[in-house]
């Protein structure tokens, strides 16, 4: 992949990250007599950044959206050849965005309970490490960045968390920390035995490594191991999933937020950016069983979700779900597969942070999340109920809405793989809805009784907070078009990275059925089969279909 | 050489005095305090002076180093007895830094606890002294002199608080084993003089390389003594039984000291002894530093993660570091000898910082170190909290610490070296410890301060003083600077290593 640097502001990135930061040392060093500034100025150095990203979107060239753009490289500790790498591409552009601007919103949107100062000061430290996360094309650099945002995440939980929220913090910073302890080591082992096999110097440029493929077939197998381990501890894949609803349920809204929508990425990030590109041999190899363990989130984490008594803990839930659908689509290892695996992580963070910050509205109202607790609150709060109706069905993958879009193409991608697994997992959309519309069901619909009857509805602030989210639900169920045209390009370029460098490998696309797009659906009435290229779905005209389908379920 | 015989009479070799400075401040600065403490009455000088003096000496031989290390030039004493090479001197660096850092806190530390300063801080200056002695030293002989001074000294600091009985049982066990440790590194030096004719490090080295010992039983046996002599020193399981006692009895700014300036010497003498003098039977030794590192690493975590009281912690995670710079050792080669030194710097600096907090949280008689007292600092001493939280994630490793850098340096020598479970024994240990620090962070900021009342003037404001809030105010900026910026200690840990 080549690179390109920004000729207006080639820093962008880098200041990206390093704003929050900054801001984050600035309110450490406020005065301890003005309480009432430090929300305003976390909000200021959030919102730079998530200027900084939209600014960054609207530069993006979609034309070149495979290779690396704002590209930047500095030295950083040059006897490791350890350097300071930063780009964009279509994988990571909009989870970067997403990432930008969901953290104003969830700083908009949740108050500090208490002692405000260090709660904002970690909440920046955290949009620092996520951003420098998905910016990073430096192993090393991603490594720091990945364990770091541990730090901030289990101070939050356990400092302004709810029950065991300790234990929770613990759980949560020792179950990814001994992932990502095997990850650095086989980081290491990749830039030695890469050195060695090339005859150059040590380097961790993720570019230089992945592109070569020194690497002996057995070694690399091992190595992308290692690496999806600490992935799929952050993902997070069955069976290493067990603290995901501890921390959710235990964090607070904010907390919760952010786990969900942006620090669940980092994992299925990771295995795109740092298994499939840079192991794409181990990848095919390994792809029955990812997306087996795939399939298997997807169903436990339904019928789990469906079990629940606790609203938060049922979200918490249905986010394994969820991310299975991610991990099958990526590991379809097609150009189906991995656009909506990609779409589903901007889908999933938008959709489930919603989530996340209505339930803490209930909770803030009611002080209980116990479902058998909470009923008839559509009456006395219409406008909530409604707000967490569209939420819940993007979240169920309603067409017309985000979910769908990117379920739909992991669902055909994965069909084209492994065809007996996507029907399991197709089976997986419906359990999605049963859960969530139950749970729905339960929350709002009834006889309003006791202190229920006089739940307040939405503030005018929380409703200014989820605008943007339904915005992005309806906007991109709608007309896909500008975020998938962006996607692909890399998404193409992945996958023509894994044909060449595996032999035998071809993209699996449809060979009996010519293959379908978003497209041919919506016209499928019309026809029933058309002619497919053979190269997979290239080109999404997503925009209609979810319109066309709107009625479809 | 030449012939000694033509030589007569006999010319005492000449010695460059200057570049012997790092050994000749420290020594002369304790003989000095000594003579001033004992001559003149204690009315006429300030209690503060012997900590002064201690920071001003260790700075002088700091200074002295950095003029040395730029002079550039290896200067050998004594016939080439000592040896201040480059790797001396970044050890020397660390030995007196840790001095300097250890001495700020003990006038206050020394009047609330009633240890007498004038004491310690001689026997802090000769431990200093030996301990670069010991990073000097070029002949087996020089080393065990270097090693005696400084363990004696260390022995008689470690009892050195005479109100607690912990302190007189720390000294006795550190003294009974490390006399007998002492023991087996004089064997082993023995048994390898046998082999190989010499006690010089080099010329050890050059035997070796030059012939192939046919019956090499007795090198091996020395071998195995000297390791076992300095695994007693450097705490390395499974002969780190005194460590825990030891470290939480004697007063804290001597276990300080112990955990940094006393480790790096004895790490650079395994360094001497098995990296280069033995360097070509790497082969040899390799799988015993292998185990050894596995069982100090796993040892050290597990304990740390059960104990319920800091200092404890903190000593079980020194033998977990220990653990973490075996796997450089083990790595035999010049980038794990430069993981090695970088680990001692960065490790020096935390450690001092984080029993620094524990030694101004200590109580009256430096006891009151169990995690309970730690229960809600964060609301008490919001900085303090934070100082010690960001020195245990260093420990723990976390990126953007000089910790995280250290165990990258000795996880890519380890890898580098192909011991690859080592690095992965090391870095699933690293968890195991991260759980310990955790449980401490927990204490100070997830937990409220139960026994408010009983010592509520004692703990919920613990003075802090200016000396030992200086030193933890540099520990952590080192910390976080050597983690965001490690090229500068990395270029030297690698210059000094002779990559």
């Not at chain 1, 490998?505 to 002619?531: I, M, Q, Y």
């Not at chain 2, 794990?336 to 984080?354: E, N, R």
Request: proline content about 4%; overall charge negative.
């Amino acid at each position: 992949m080549s690179a390109t640097a920004s000729t207006s502001f080639p820093a962008v990135l880098t200041v990206l990250v390093l704003v929050p930061a900054a801001g984050a040392l600035v309110l450490l060093a406020m005065p301890r007599t003005r309480p009432d500034l430090l929300k305003p100025v976390a909000l200021v150095a959030s919102a730079v950044s998530a200027v900084l990203a939209v600014w960054m979107l609207a530069e993006f060239d979609a034309g070149s959206a495979a290779s690396f753009q704002f590209w930047q490289q500095h030295e950083w500790i040059t006897g490791w050849g350890i350097s300071w790498q930063v780009g964009v591409d279509g994988l990571s552009l909009f989870l970067v965005v997403m990432t930008a601007l969901i953290f104003p919103l969830a700083i908009v949107g949740v108050d500090a309970e208490h002692s405000p100062k260090p709660y904002y000061a970690w909440m920046l430290v955290l949009e620092a490490g996520c951003l420098g996360t998905f910016v990073a094309l430096d192993l090393i650099m991603f490594f720091v960045f990945f364990e770091i945002v541990l730090v901030p995440m289990y101070f939050l939980i356990g400092g302004w968390g709810h029950g065991r929220r300790a234990y929770a913090a613990t759980k949560f910073f020792l179950f990814t920390m001994f992932g990502s302890a095997l990850m650095l080591v086989a980081i290491v082992a990749v830039a030695f035995l890469h050195s060695s096999a090339s005859g150059g110097a040590v380097t961790f440029d993720l570019t230089a490594i992945a592109e070569s493929q020194v690497l002996a077939t057995n070694t690399a197998r091992w190595l992308f191991l290692a690496f999806a381990l600490a992935f799929a501890v952050k993902v997070p894949l069955f069976p290493v999933h067990t603290w995901l609803p501890d921390a959710h349920t235990n964090a607070p809204t904010a907390g919760s937020v952010i786990l969900a929508a942006v620090m669940l990425k980092l994992g299925t990030y990771g295995l795109v950016r740092f298994g499939l590109y840079l192991f794409p041999e181990a990848s095919v190899y390994f792809a029955p069983l990812m997306v087996t363990l795939g399939v298997i989130g997807i169903i436990y984490g339904a019928i789990a979700a469906a079990m629940q008594r606790d609203l938060k803990r049922l979200v918490a839930y249905s986010s394994v779900a969820h991310l299975g659908f991610i991990v099958i689509g990526t590991f379809a290892l097609n150009t189906e597969g991995l656009t909506g695996g990609v779409l589903q992580m901007v889908n999933h963070g938008v959709s489930t942070g919603a989530l996340f910050l209505l339930v803490g509205m209930i909770y803030e109202r009611r002080h209980t999340r116990e479902i058998s607790d909470l009923g008839g609150l559509q009456k006395p709060a219409p406008l909530l109920a409604a707000v967490f109706m569209v939420v819940m069905l993007s979240s169920v993958g309603l067409p017309g809405l985000n979910g769908f879009v990117g379920e739909l193409l992991v669902l055909l991608g994965a069909f084209n793989a492994h065809r007996w697994w996507a029907v399991v997992a197709a089976a997986g959309v419906i359990l999605a809805a049963v859960y969530l519309l139950w749970a729905y069901q339960r929350v709002f619909h009834g006889p309003a009784s006791g202190a229920n009857a006089e739940t307040p509805d939405l503030r005018w602030r929380e409703g200014l907070v989820m605008a943007p989210f339904i915005a992005a639900i309806v906007f991109m169920g709608v007309y896909p078009k500008p975020v998938i045209e962006r996607v692909e390009p890399a998404v193409d370029a992945i996958i023509a990275h894994v044909e060449d460098n595996v032999a035998g490998f071809a993209e699996p696309v449809a060979d009996v059925h010519p293959s379908v797009s978003l497209e041919d659906l919506a016209r499928s009435d019309k026809a029933d089969h058309n002619g497919g290229d053979g190269n997979g779905v290239t080109d999404h005209n997503g925009d209609d279909g979810g319109d066309h389908n709107g009625g479809g379920e | 050489m030449g012939s000694v015989l033509a030589q007569l009479p006999v010319r005492t070799p000449p010695v460059d005095w200057t570049g012997l400075l790092p050994v000749l401040l420290p020594g002369a600065g304790a003989l000095v305090l000594l003579m001033i403490r004992s001559l003149v009455p204690s009315r006429v000088v300030p209690a503060a002076l012997d900590a002064v003096w201690t920071f001003a000496v260790a700075g002088a031989g700091l200074v002295s180093v950095v003029v040395l290390w730029q002079r550039d030039a290896v200067v050998e004493a004594f016939g080439g007895q000592l040896v201040m090479d480059r790797m001396a001197l970044f050890v020397a660096a660390v030995v007196l830094g840790s001095v300097a850092l250890a001495a700020p806190t003990l006038p206050r530390y020394c009047r609330r606890v009633e240890v007498a300063s004038a004491e310690l801080c001689v026997l802090m200056l000769l431990a200093a002294a030996g301990a670069v002695v010991m990073a000097g030293a070029a002949d087996l002989i020089v080393l065990f002199l270097g090693l005696e001074t400084m363990s004696i000294a260390a022995y008689v600091m470690a009892a050195l608080n005479l109100r607690r009985l912990e302190s007189l049982e720390a000294g006795l066990k550190y003294f009974v084993l490390g006399a007998f440790s002492t023991a087996f590194l004089l064997f082993g030096i023995a048994l390898v003089y046998g082999a190989t004719g010499t006690t010089n490090l080099d010329g050890i080295a050059s035997h070796l390389d030059a012939f192939i010992l046919l019956r090499d039983g007795m090198l091996l046996a020395g071998a195995a003594m000297l390791l076992v002599g300095l695994g007693f020193k450097v705490a390395a399981a499974p002969f780190h039984a005194w460590a825990p006692d030891t470290y939480v009895g004697a007063p804290t700014p001597v276990t300080a000291l112990m955990a940094s300036a006393v480790k790096a010497a004895g790490f650079v003498a395994l360094i001497r002894v098995f990296v280069e003098a033995l360097g070509t039977r790497a082969d040899d030794w390799r799988p015993a530093v292998f185990a050894l590192a596995c069982a100090t690493l796993a040892v050290g975590s597990v304990l740390a993660a059960v104990q319920s009281d800091a200092k404890r912690v903190l000593a079980y995670s020194s033998i977990s570091h220990a653990g973490f710079i075996l796997v450089g050792v083990q790595a035999a080669s010049d980038s794990g000898v430069a993981a090695v030194l970088f680990y001692l710097a960065a490790y020096a600096v935390i450690a001092v910082g984080s029993f620094t907090v524990v030694a101004v949280l200590s109580g009256q008689r430096d006891d009151r170190t169990g995690l309970d007292t730690l229960a809600g600092l964060a609301a008490r001493r919001p900085a303090l909290a934070l100082g010690l939280t960001i020195l245990l994630l260093a420990q723990a490793g976390v990126p953007f610490t000089s910790g995280f850098v250290a165990k990258f340096s000795v996880i890519a020598a380890a890898v580098e070296a192909r011991s690859y479970w080592l690095a992965v024994v090391a870095m699933v240990s690293a968890v195991v410890a991260a759980f310990a620090y955790l449980r401490v962070v927990v204490a100070m900021y997830f937990r409220d301060s139960g026994d408010e009342t009983e010592t509520a003037a004692e703990t919920s404001k613990p003075s802090v003083g200016l000396g030992a809030g200086a030193v933890i105010v540099a520990a952590v900026l080192l910390t976080v600077a050597m983690g965001v910026v490690p090229s500068v200690l990395e270029s030297l840990s690698s210059t000094a290593a002779g990559l």
